[in-house]
């Protein structure tokens, strides 16, 4: 047995949401890239920021939280087509939620082209780029990766701290 089938032998059935690491940033970047998602700033926060969505396939998912300040940008959420419809992207995004909780964070931001509607059934409200934390806004998916006409959402979070 090679160590490819190894590690195939020990990935779980059941798809898992667990933290990233370095040995997944080849999947996650690949994952970005076919759904044409913004890579600009993708490796800031490399490892501590993301959470794979892990199963027999690998890394069927992913989704990062980088904190700028106060605030969290919630990016690169994805998951593998044929893994759609699942569930994994809603855990994803709750298991990112609950990161930005235990941070302490104030609220998350996130920007997107296509999947508005989705994120506001998981709470999300519209809101104004323009009005976004200076800090965040500097980030490079804020200010060079996503276009102007990207909706721009927010979910205030209650303090934990
Ligand atoms: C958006 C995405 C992450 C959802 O992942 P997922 O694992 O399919 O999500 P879930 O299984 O938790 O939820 C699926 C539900 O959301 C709906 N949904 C999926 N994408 C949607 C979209 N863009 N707009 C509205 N609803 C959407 C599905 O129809 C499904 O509805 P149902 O439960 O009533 O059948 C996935 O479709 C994806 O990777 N899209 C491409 C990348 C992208 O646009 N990312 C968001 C910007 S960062």
Do not use: K
């Not at 969290?72 to 044929?82: C, E, F, K, W």
Request: net charge neutral; proline share 7%.
């Amino acid at each position: 047995m090679d160590a490819r089938d190894v590690s195939t032998f020990l990935l779980p059935a059941e798809p898992r949401v667990e933290p990233a690491s370095e040995a997944d940033w080849a999947a996650i970047e690949a994952l970005t890239r076919t759904a044409g998602l913004p890579s600009a700033g993708l490796a800031e926060q490399f490892p501590r920021a993301y959470a794979v969505a892990r199963g027999a396939g690998g890394v069927l998912g992913v989704a990062g939280l980088q904190a700028f300040g106060a605030f969290g940008l919630l990016r690169s959420v994805v998951v593998r087509a044929g893994h759609r419809g699942a569930g994994l992207g809603r855990a994803l995004v709750s298991d990112r939620l609950a990161a930005a909780s235990r941070a302490g964070l104030e609220g998350v931001y996130l920007l997107t082209s296509g999947a508005a509607p989705w994120f506001r059934n998981l709470g999300f409200v519209p809101a104004l780029r323009a009005a976004a934390p200076r800090e965040l806004a500097e980030s490079p998916e804020f200010s060079e990766a996503c276009p102007l006409s990207a909706d721009c959402l927010f979910l205030p979070l209650a303090a934990s701290r």
